[in-house]
């Protein structure tokens, strides 16, 4: 079972940026896919990025597309979530998720790992 844990949430204001990380245990980390996905108060949990195995297969839900950057470094077992020009819709706990395979998905159905989420709190 992989471990993942986020970090690098915080508040910050409009505009501002963060970058989220998720570290993970065991070797096989760069065989997989990855998503970042995050759950507003009284919302459903949304995908937000996913990346495939190798990084060639990227996908951004349309309300961040331009602004959030998914990227992983398979040496470090670490996938990350550049976050730019922060709104206050942006708002949520954000949680990285293991696909079950190499190929990314939006659907949480895809995803056997999941963190323990970071919150992001962007204030107006």
């Known amino acids: 079972q992989v471990q993942l844990v986020e970090s690098g949430g915080g508040l910050v204001q409009a505009g501002a940026s963060l970058r989220l990380s998720c570290a993970a245990s065991?070797?096989?980390?760069?065989?997989?896919?990855m998503g970042w996905f995050r759950q507003a108060p009284g919302k459903e949990r949304e995908a937000v990025a996913t990346?495939?195995?190798?990084?060639?297969?990227?996908w951004y839900a349309d309300s961040v597309k331009g602004r959030f950057t998914i990227f992983r470094d398979n040496a470090k077992n670490t996938v990350y979530l550049q976050m730019n020009a922060l709104k206050p819709e942006d708002t949520a706990v954000y949680y990285c998720?293991?696909?079950?395979?190499?190929?990314?998905?939006?659907?949480?159905?895809?995803?056997?790992?999941w963190g323990q989420g970071t919150q992001v709190t962007v204030s107006s």
């Open positions: 990346i495939n195995w190798v990084a060639g297969s990227i």
């Open positions: 998720a293991k696909g079950s395979s190499a190929w990314s998905a939006r659907s949480e159905a895809a995803y056997d790992s």
């Open positions: 065991g070797r096989t980390f760069g065989s997989y896919a």
